[in-house]
């Protein structure tokens, strides 16, 4: 066993309460800060434990980690990856672009490995009916790179899902492991239900059994809708990570690049929290059911030890605790009992043998000076987690139950009390709305709402949907680009930085090779399919045509990227890119291109005309339309004031680009925003694109009187 030395950061206040204990052998290390904050009812406070913005070292690329990856290479794993999402209209549709589910965990797998280097380490272990080491932790050297990517090609479906072997396997390549100054983390990815040697007892405890500390946090990936994902979150739980729902084909990488950006970005691993308070306050976590957290009792003082998991750079960790009486219902602090010193004991690890204590206390009588509608928000956040976690009982094995077979108009009281009291209804910043946002916002957002709606919706989707937003919302998580509340977390330029490498990567490195049959279009097309609400886009497969006359994906441009015009070569000012999902795309021979984004199809001995691909498509005799989810892009030229020196050649079909000059009458190409150049690079500006011109949006805003595009979400 390895001897922990301790190092103490200093107390913030002195107690003034000699009846809680107080830490000992103080070091001055200023680094993470822990702050409590008693709220102005007196019946509940706010920890927030707040990390360095950014590694010391300015060079630092990112966190060194040694990553295992888990994969599931059961029989289904060789099924076709539809884009299986809901549409505009909230009818479920599908679409097969001709890979299969382990052809696009192998890409989410190379774009890791892509952006790995020699600081870093990967291991693979592979389970079907047994579970087999691929690879064991190798440094990410040139040549490790290439032998991992032949490793991972070589990956092919076999039969059972024994999902405990490969949790075993994947722990082993840690033996010995341990304390390396790396991110130690296992990553498990499954699509089905363990159906093959699964523990008697239950996982979590044979997980509690087999390891009396484990050396690696256990991150699962439910893949599709036939999961298990009460286990799946119930095992990220009790192995300090965090679980992640992916519905479909294009959320795979969404979902992966911004897990694997939370290890790159760690401040911290083996994170605990520790509050000790005076008899007469009793706190209690407030965001839903838990299976790690423990309290304790003693004469003069009670103690409350809570895992957080790994803490990530610049990103807070904001716990709202209420204070309950014996029955458990919230009460005010009865402060004539024991004293009114709260105190909190961080505890942590930053890879290596030593661990790091850092310590705070808080007389309660003190109100905290946060700003309303910042309690408001975390206040809000515990609310929605604790409404997600009420669908889900807790087992006594410790695993949470995968409820299916419920009917979700029974929680429509419950819902509503929820809309009626939650304080984020009562604010209008960015973080409360996007709360509200998440509940009951316009599709694609308001996706709890949705799921709600339907019994069709909530036991396809729904139920592994819920889990995934309460791990998000619980532990200050963005973990995919879709949804507008988990968004508000990790905007810290380290974290941006490591995201949007690993996004690129996604982008740009060689697509997997499909193994299923080519992609599947819809012959009925209804109108209200093409009624989309995303922006005038291309996907970024389709290829632009440079004005050296070669074409490339769109999604290759950037900022003074030059480009074909019908009046010459034109320089790219700035790339939008909208992360998508469940979006409805028209092809037209090689392009694949949002609904209303004006189009020229030019046909000998005819007239060029504009028009929209939509129409385009209804009036074709094999109509195609793609449900597409993922990036879509849409380019700002520099400026002139040649209607002509806006249009792109793409897939071989003149395509308008944004701020075309355009802005009345009847020429279809007409559009009060999108054709005005100063006010389009004005709100692209707001979303302060890279260096590479490239300006990251989360959609259209649109007038609340018709309806139209008026601007860009940040």
């Known amino acids: 066993?390895?001897?922990?030395?301790?190092?103490?950061?200093?107390?913030?206040?002195?107690?003034?309460?000699?009846?809680?204990?107080?830490?000992?052998?103080?070091?001055?290390?200023?680094?993470?800060?822990?702050?409590?904050?008693?709220?102005?009812t007196h019946d509940g406070v706010i920890v927030s434990v707040q990390p360095p913005a950014r590694p010391d070292n300015p060079q630092l690329r990112h966190v060194p980690c040694d990553i295992v990856l888990v994969i599931d290479v059961s029989g289904s794993m060789q099924l076709p990856a539809p884009a299986k999402m809901n549409g505009d209209d909230g009818q479920l549709s599908s679409e097969n672009?001709?890979?299969?589910?382990?052809?696009?965990?192998?890409?989410?797998?190379?774009?890791?490995?892509?952006?790995?280097?020699?600081?870093?380490?990967?291991?693979?272990?592979?389970?079907?009916?047994?579970?087999?080491?691929?690879?064991k932790l190798l440094p990410m050297t040139p040549n490790n790179k290439k032998l991992t990517e032949s490793n991972i090609e070589v990956m092919t479906p076999d039969s059972m899902t024994n999902?405990?072997?490969?949790?075993?396997?994947?722990?082993?390549?840690?033996?010995?492991?341990?304390?390396?100054?790396?991110?130690?983390?296992?990553?498990?990815l499954t699509d089905g239900l363990p159906n093959?040697?699964?523990?008697?007892?239950?996982?979590?405890?044979?997980?509690?059994?087999?390891?009396?500390?484990?050396?690696?946090?256990?991150?699962?990936?439910?893949?599709?809708?036939?999961?298990?994902?009460?286990?799946?979150?119930?095992?990220?739980?009790?192995?300090?990570?965090?679980?992640?729902?992916?519905?479909?084909?294009?959320?795979?990488?969404?979902?992966?690049?911004?897990?694997?950006?939370?290890?790159?970005?760690?401040?911290?691993?083996?994170?605990?929290?520790?509050?000790?308070?005076?008899?007469?306050?009793?706190?209690?976590?407030?965001?839903?059911?838990?299976?790690?957290?423990?309290?304790?009792?003693?004469?003069?003082?009670?103690?409350?030890?809570?895992p957080l998991g790994n803490l990530q750079y610049g990103q807070s960790r904001d716990l709202y605790l209420k204070n309950v009486d014996g029955q458990g219902d919230k009460t005010t602090f009865n402060l004539a009992i024991g004293g009114t010193v709260i105190s909190a004991k961080l505890t942590f690890s930053q890879m290596r043998t030593v661990e790091f204590s850092s310590f705070s206390t808080q007389d309660a009588i003190?109100?905290?000076?946060?700003?309303?509608?910042?309690i408001a928000y975390h206040q809000s956040r515990s609310m929605l987690c604790n409404f997600l976690s009420s669908f889900f009982p807790l087992r006594k094995d410790g695993e949470y139950e995968t409820r299916r077979d419920i009917n979700p108009m029974r929680y429509q009281a419950d819902f509503k009390h929820l809309l009626d009291n939650i304080p984020a209804r009562l604010y209008n910043d960015e973080c409360n709305k996007s709360l509200m946002e998440d509940l009951v916002g316009d599709i694609p957002s308001g996706q709890v709402s949705l799921a709600l709606s339907g019994t069709g919706y909530f036991n396809r989707w729904g139920c592994h949907y819920f889990f995934s937003l309460w791990n998000a919302h619980a532990k200050q998580l963005c973990n995919s680009f879709k949804d507008p509340g988990p968004l508000m977390y990790n905007q810290n330029p380290f974290f941006i930085k490591c995201r949007d490498a690993l996004d690129r990567s996604f982008d740009t490195i060689p697509p997997p090779k499909q193994s299923c049959p080519s992609v599947a279009?819809?012959?009925?097309?209804?109108?209200?399919?093409?009624?989309?609400?995303?922006?005038?886009?291309?996907?970024?497969?389709?290829?632009?045509?440079?004005?050296?006359?070669?074409?490339?994906?769109?999604?290759?441009?950037?900022?003074?990227?030059?480009?074909?015009?019908?009046?010459?070569s034109?320089?790219?000012?700035?790339?939008?890119?909208?992360?998508?999902?469940?979006?409805?795309?028209?092809?037209?021979?090689?392009?694949?291109?949002?609904?209303?984004?004006?189009?020229?199809?030019?046909?000998?001995?005819?007239?060029?005309?504009?028009?929209?691909?939509?129409?385009?498509?209804?009036a074709s005799k094999q109509p195609q339309?793609?449900?597409?989810?993922?990036?879509?892009?849409?380019?700002?030229?520099?400026?002139?004031?040649?209607?002509?020196?806006?249009?792109?050649?793409?897939?071989?079909?003149?395509?308008?680009?944004?701020?075309?000059?355009?802005?009345?009458?009847?020429?279809?190409?007409?559009?009060?925003?999108?054709?005005?150049?100063?006010?389009?690079?004005?709100?692209?500006?707001?979303?302060?694109?890279?260096?590479?011109?490239?300006?990251?949006?989360?959609?259209?805003?649109?007038?609340?009187?018709?309806?139209?595009?008026?601007?860009?979400?940040?």
Not at 99 to 126: F, N, Q, Y
Not at 529 to 534: A, G
Request: one cysteine or more; glycine letters at 10%.
């Open 1 to 40: 066993m390895v001897k922990k030395e301790e190092l103490s950061l200093p107390i913030r206040q002195s107690p003034s309460d000699k009846s809680t204990p107080a830490p000992s052998n103080m070091e001055d290390i200023d680094d993470v800060q822990v702050n409590i904050h008693p709220i102005p």
């Open 97 to 135: 672009f001709g890979l299969s589910i382990l052809d696009m965990v192998k890409h989410a797998a190379r774009t890791i490995v892509s952006t790995l280097d020699e600081g870093d380490r990967l291991g693979i272990v592979t389970f079907s009916r047994d579970a087999t080491v691929i690879q």
């Open 163 to 188: 999902l405990w072997h490969g949790i075993q396997k994947g722990i082993g390549l840690f033996d010995g492991e341990e304390n390396t100054g790396r991110v130690p983390a296992v990553m498990i």
């Open 196 to 306: 093959y040697m699964c523990p008697a007892q239950g996982y979590i405890p044979k997980i509690r059994g087999t390891w009396e500390s484990l050396p690696a946090t256990l991150h699962t990936f439910g893949f599709g809708y036939e999961i298990r994902s009460g286990l799946l979150k119930s095992i990220a739980e009790i192995g300090g990570g965090n679980y992640a729902f992916i519905p479909d084909a294009g959320m795979i990488g969404t979902v992966f690049v911004h897990a694997v950006a939370h290890l790159q970005t760690t401040y911290a691993t083996k994170c605990t929290l520790q509050l000790v308070t005076p008899k007469g306050i009793h706190l209690q976590t407030t965001a839903g059911k838990t299976i790690v957290q423990q309290e304790q009792d003693a004469a003069d003082y009670r103690t409350l030890t809570i």
């Open 366 to 374: 003190q109100i905290s000076n946060l700003p309303e509608h910042i």
């Open 521 to 568: 279009t819809t012959s009925h097309i209804r109108m209200s399919y093409l009624n989309s609400r995303s922006g005038p886009c291309f996907t970024g497969s389709s290829r632009v045509t440079l004005a050296s006359g070669r074409r490339v994906p769109i999604r290759k441009l950037r900022r003074g990227s030059h480009v074909y015009t019908p009046v010459g």
């Open 570 to 618: 034109r320089r790219v000012a700035a790339v939008l890119k909208t992360i998508v999902h469940g979006a409805v795309m028209c092809k037209i021979g090689d392009l694949v291109i949002t609904p209303w984004h004006p189009i020229r199809i030019d046909h000998a001995g005819m007239k060029p005309e504009w028009n929209f691909p939509a129409h385009v498509v209804l």
């Open 625 to 714: 339309v793609v449900f597409y989810s993922g990036p879509i892009y849409s380019i700002l030229l520099q400026a002139d004031r040649n209607v002509d020196a806006h249009v792109l050649e793409v897939g071989g079909i003149c395509a308008v680009a944004l701020g075309h000059g355009v802005v009345r009458g009847s020429d279809v190409r007409a559009h009060q925003f999108l054709g005005d150049y100063e006010k389009v690079a004005r709100a692209i500006a707001r979303l302060q694109p890279g260096k590479d011109g490239i300006a990251l949006s989360r959609g259209v805003k649109r007038r609340s009187k018709d309806g139209l595009v008026c601007g860009f979400k940040k």
